[in-house]
Structures are given as structure tokens and as C-alpha cells.
């Protein structure tokens, strides 16, 4: 299996050699008839600048910048008039001012041309020397009129020189070319590679237990990015392990006390007090109340799986606040004797919300567990509401330990009571969870206020009907 590191090499090359063969493909097959045009065009603007010298009636101008320009690119010119005689020659020149491969037709045919009004080219070759050159003809008119002609001998050997030490500097640009590509190419696949080479084992770490594992970002790019979320996953990756470690130890430790109780007072009935009425019923009693106890902590688990798994639906329905308030708090008469909390309502005129009662009732119950979990004797649980207009909001206040600040954020995770709970608190640490879970399912406002040692506010906010 080829690696990401070879095929990032290989592909950067490949480009490499496709630029360079396009580039080889017109330096050959098209350098030199495209600087022959771009040259012969940029002669052509020249040599029309300076005719128009001689429109403007300056003729000692016209034939200064004329001899100029046939002596800096090497060229012979004619200014002949419509007769076709020589009226000026400027440049190079041989026998009687013409070079002796342009008394022939070629030439002839192009001054016919030009003295009917249109530019003509030809190419022409030296009877002796063999050297290429490039016949020009541009008409000249001065008053609007046609006057003559200007024939310019370009020679294309200076044309060919340059293209061949154009084609001769390829060679060296593309060897520089492909060194450095090479290298550039290899540092740069390398440098990609491998800090997904890094992601790649850390995440091996991971999934092989060492969710602590962490990736050092160097980078502030996608492959930074990416390692920044690597470690975030690592991070709550051991946020779960924790959490499972705390669902194991908490539940051993809530499942250790009724199961012991219960085992004891079966030993007892069965060794001891089966013949003694009274004994035997408060035993049962116990029995049966711990066996709640563990049912209860074994429905918050399995309740909060479906919750999270989405295995189940809201089905609302029209009801009155007041009325559910009431029926829950009743409940809690005699716990409220029991532990001497007091259960205090503060409601405000009643009014139909839409939802779905029975998930409601639930959310009520476990905020008030809640508060009896962390309410010391003697003080006071209050369950309040509050008409915002469109929506009633619902209070559950008590006085009991507070949150501390750092710790707020956190109170709705599954588990967060292992980590906070007092010696004397009951329950599986799931109730908040689950008032989470149900409320986002209404899509309902709620959140939770609280001062250390003063007093907690948990609340939330339902639609009205």
C-alpha cells in the first residue's frame, strides 16, 4: 500500500513534469515563429512612428530617425516612391544600395503590393550566403494620400540566435527545475505527513485505552485544527472513562447498602423473628422499602438510556400547572415530616400549558428529590410560578448547601453527584440528567441559579396552551 507521503510526492512531481513538458512543447515547436512575429510586429509600430515624421513634413527628422533605426536592429530600408525608384536608403545595403537577392520577382511582387495601399511580407534567401531574410513593406501616405513605399530587410539570423539560446536555457531551467522540485516536494509531503502520522498513533493510543494521550499543535491550519480536535476527543473520551469508572462506584455503592439491609433482615425473619408479628412486619417494611430504593435507581438508569437513545416520544396535551403542582407536592407530606423540610408553595393564578404531563410530573419529582437531597432539617423547599405571558416558568428553591460556582456547568452530566455528593445524600446521581433530557425534548428554557451555602434555584419554563 503506497503511502500518503509517496502519493502527495508523486503527484506534486507529476505536476512538475506536466508544466515542463507543456512549457518544452511550445519553446520547440512554437519560440521561434512567435518571437518572429512579436519582432517583425514591433518593427512594423517603429517603422510607422517614424513615417509619420515625414506626414508631418520634418524630412531631415524622417531620415535621422530613419538611418537610427536601420542601424540599431541591422536592417536595410528603402523609401521608394510610386514610380518604385529609390528615393532614400538607409541601413546596410549592397551593390547600387540593394542587397542582390531582392532584384528578383519576390520583391517585385511585394513593392506592387505596397504601392496599391497594402502591407506585404515575403521571405527571402541570399543566392550565395544562403541567410534567411525577412522582406517588409509598409505603404507610406502623407496628406492623406498614398505616396510611396518603405521596404525594410529584416535579417532572421539575429531571430534564430535568440531562439536557440532560449531553447539552450530551457535545458538548464528545467534540470534547476526538477532538482528543486524534488527536494521542494519531498520537505513539503514530509511536513504534511507527518503530523497525520502523529493524529494517526495518538489515536491508536486511544483506542487502545490511553485516553490522556495528547497531540502537540504546531500548527494553525486544518491539520492544527484537526490535532486540537484529537485532543478533544482524547479529552472527553476520559471524561466518559471517568464517568463509567464513577457509574460502576456509584452504583456498587448504592446497590452495596439495600442489598445488605435487605439480606440481613431476610436472615433475621427466616433465623430469628418469623414467629414475632410486629418484629417481622417492620422488618418486611424495611425490606420492601430498600427494594423500591433499588428498583427506582434501576428505572433512572434504564429511563435515562431511552431518553438518550431517543426511544421516546412526547405526547402533549393540554393542563393546568396549579393542579399538577399540588398532586406532586402532596407526595412529599410525609418524607417533609420525616426529614422536617418544608415543602412551601408560591403559585401564581393557574393556566393551561401545552406539554406532556407525565414528563413534566417527572421533572417536578426529581428537582424536588434533589432539593431534599442537599436540604438540611428545618429548612425549606419552595415550589413557586410565575406567568411571563406567553410562557409559565417553574421554581423549585431550596436553602440547602448551594453549588459552588466551578461546579454548575456540570451538574446536569450523568454521574456529577459521584463527585459532589454529601455522606448522607440518597439517589442514583441521574435526576438532573434526566430533567435535562426531558426539558430539551420540550425544547424548554431551564437553567439553575445558586449561591454556596445559601440557596438553589432550579427552573424551567413551559409554553402556554
Not at 272 to 288: F, M, S
Request: hydrophobic share 45%; charged share 25%; with cysteine.
Amino acid at each position: 500500500m503506497k503511502s500518503i507521503r509517496f502519493k502527495l510526492w508523486a503527484g506534486m512531481m507529476a505536476l512538475v513534469l506536466v508544466v515542463l513538458l507543456l512549457l518544452w512543447f511550445f519553446q520547440i515547436v512554437f519560440l521561434k515563429s512567435f518571437y518572429t512575429r512579436m519582432r517583425i510586429s514591433d518593427i512594423k509600430d517603429q517603422a510607422v512612428s517614424v513615417v509619420q515624421l515625414l506626414d508631418e513634413g520634418k524630412y531631415e527628422d524622417f531620415q535621422e530617425q530613419l538611418d537610427v533605426f536601420a542601424y540599431e536592429n541591422n536592417m536595410s530600408i528603402e523609401m521608394i516612391d510610386m514610380t518604385g525608384s529609390i528615393a532614400y536608403l538607409a541601413g546596410s545595403s549592397g551593390m547600387n544600395g540593394q542587397l542582390p537577392m531582392m532584384r528578383n520577382s519576390i520583391r517585385n511582387q511585394v513593392v506592387v503590393k505596397v504601392l496599391n495601399g497594402e502591407e506585404a511580407e515575403a521571405t527571402l534567401d541570399h543566392p550565395r550566403m544562403g541567410n534567411k531574410f525577412m522582406l517588409i513593406g509598409l505603404p507610406v501616405n502623407t496628406g492623406g494620400d498614398l505616396s510611396g513605399a518603405l521596404l525594410i530587410t529584416l535579417p532572421l539570423a539575429p531571430v534564430e540566435d535568440t531562439a536557440f539560446i532560449l531553447q539552450k536555457q530551457l535545458v538548464y531551467i528545467s534540470i534547476i527545475l526538477l532538482a528543486a522540485a524534488l527536494c521542494i516536494s519531498f520537505l513539503l509531503a514530509r511536513s504534511f505527513t507527518r503530523p497525520i502520522i502523529e493524529i494517526k498513533k495518538t489515536a491508536e493510543k486511544m483506542a487502545a485505552g490511553d485516553y490522556y494521550a495528547q497531540l502537540p499543535v504546531r500548527q494553525k491550519d486544518e491539520i492544527g485544527q484537526l490535532a486540537q480536535t484529537v485532543n478533544y476527543l482524547g479529552q472527553q473520551f476520559a471524561k466518559i472513562d471517568q464517568m463509567r469508572k464513577d457509574l460502576i462506584a456509584n452504583v456498587s455503592h448504592e446497590l452495596r447498602t439495600p442489598l445488605s439491609l435487605i439480606r440481613g433482615y431476610a436472615e433475621t425473619l427466616r433465623d430469628v423473628t418469623g414467629n414475632e408479628p410486629d418484629k417481622r412486619e417492620r422488618q418486611l417494611g424495611i425490606i420492601i422499602d430498600e427494594t423500591e430504593r433499588l428498583s427506582r435507581m434501576v428505572d433512572d438508569i434504564l429511563h435515562l438510556s431511552r431518553l438518550q437513545s431517543g426511544h421516546f416520544e412526547i405526547s402533549q396535551s393540554c393542563f393546568g400547572v396549579n393542579d399538577l403542582v399540588n398532586r406532586v407536592a402532596q407526595r412529599y407530606d410525609l418524607q417533609s415530616q420525616q426529614t422536617r423540610v418544608a415543602i412551601r408553595l408560591d403559585l401564581a393564578d393557574d393556566a393551561i400549558v401545552k406539554a406532556d404531563e407525565d414528563r413534566v410530573e417527572q421533572v417536578l419529582y426529581n428537582l424536588i428529590n434533589n432539593a431534599f437531597n442537599h436540604s438540611a432539617a428545618e429548612s425549606t423547599i419552595t415550589i413557586r410560578s410565575m406567568d411571563l405571558i406567553d410562557r409559565i416558568r417553574i421554581e423549585v428553591a431550596d436553602t440547602g448547601s448551594g453549588i459552588p460556582a466551578k461546579d454548575i456547568a456540570y451538574i446536569w452530566d450523568r454521574y456529577y453527584k459521584a463527585e459532589t455528593r454529601a455522606a448522607d445524600a440518597v439517589g442514583s446521581g441521574l435526576g438532573l440528567a434526566i430533567v435535562k433530557a426531558l426539558l430539551e425534548a420540550h425544547g424548554a428554557n431551564f437553567g439553575v441559579e445558586s449561591q454556596e451555602d445559601v440557596m438553589t434555584i432550579f427552573w424551567f419554563e413551559l409554553l402556554k396552551a
